[in-house]
């Protein structure tokens, strides 16, 4: 790393960097500025995957991508610890890929509950819930019926999400958007009309749910917004977008964005009204549903 020695007289300057400030001065002023009171830096990273089943880590502004492991539907814990993947197996690792532990059989869509104690996601067309130590696990949809009639009976459970307080979990059911308590009872509709719905995300606020569906009459999906009670459905997106996924302060949204004729998905990031939409990943690169951690401390 190249060394600049700066002379600084009467001068102080601050760089703000993903809400971080650091002071620089050519020595300490005082014992707040001492080595020792120093606080440990908050770096937050968007996990991503690629088409090949492999996980990958990067910066929120898109630089530092770093390869860490394999797996499907890689998602963060909300503290940041923890990243749980989905495919043959549903595991967790840390951030950089250690410490692989298989939780329990394939499943997608993993998703950890706010506090990082239970994981739901989806297998075989329904819904389950573990402990994240592999304990207790608990189915909380039924799956379809083959041999049903066409109607509920054949409906495919997936997508599963949490709330922001953990006593909720929002789910798709062929195209619909439902709502059940955690232990999966008390499942209702919140969406149900003639398109086909998915990826639904509640707000940071649990005030509204961001979700992705074909409703714009495009032959595409792109990502909309409603109200937690499934009203005043709006468009954030007018192109092919999907996968929404909220930053820990809710203040943006990463997903992923494949517009037709171009190659390759890739990783945008938007505010959370849909303004100031720019891309991410390197367009060489096939990058797809991401999910933004809070910083680990580290």
Not at 16 to 45: F, M, N, W, Y
Request: with cysteine; hydrophobic share 35%; net charge neutral.
């Amino acid at each position: 790393m190249r060394k600049v020695k700066v002379a600084l007289r009467h001068v102080v300057v601050g760089v703000a960097l993903s809400g971080l400030i650091v002071g620089c001065g050519s020595e300490p002023s005082g014992p707040d500025q001492s080595p020792h009171s120093e606080q440990p830096r908050r770096t937050e990273k968007v996990v991503f995957q690629d088409g090949w089943q492999s996980i990958f880590v990067m910066n929120p502004d898109g630089t530092d991508v770093v390869r860490i492991g394999e797996g499907n539907h890689p998602s963060f814990s909300p503290d940041g610890s923890k990243i749980v993947v989905g495919g043959t197996a549903i595991s967790t690792m840390d951030p950089d890929g250690s410490d692989v532990r298989r939780i329990t059989d394939g499943g997608y869509g993993p998703k950890f509950s706010p506090d990082g104690s239970r994981i739901a996601f989806a297998r075989g067309g329904a819904i389950y819930a573990i402990n994240s130590d592999g304990s207790d696990l608990k189915q909380l949809t039924a799956p379809p019926d083959p041999t049903a009639p066409p109607g509920p009976g054949q409906a495919s459970s997936q997508n599963p999400a949490f709330s922001p307080d953990g006593s909720k979990i929002l789910f798709t059911r062929t195209g619909a958007i439902w709502v059940m308590a955690a232990d999966g009872t008390h499942a209702r509709q919140l969406l149900a009309d003639p398109f086909w719905n998915s990826d639904p995300a509640f707000t940071p606020d649990a005030t509204k749910i961001v979700f992705t569906s074909n409703r714009g009459g495009k032959n595409r999906s792109e990502i909309y917004v409603m109200n937690a009670n499934g009203a005043d459905v709006r468009p954030l997106t007018d192109d092919a977008t999907v996968h929404p996924a909220f930053s820990p302060d809710g203040s943006k949204i990463v997903y992923t964005r494949n517009p037709a004729p171009e190659p390759g998905a890739q990783i945008w990031v938007m505010n959370s009204d849909g303004s100031n939409a720019r891309q991410l990943t390197d367009p060489k690169q096939t990058a797809q549903l991401p999910s933004w951690g809070a910083g680990t401390g580290r």
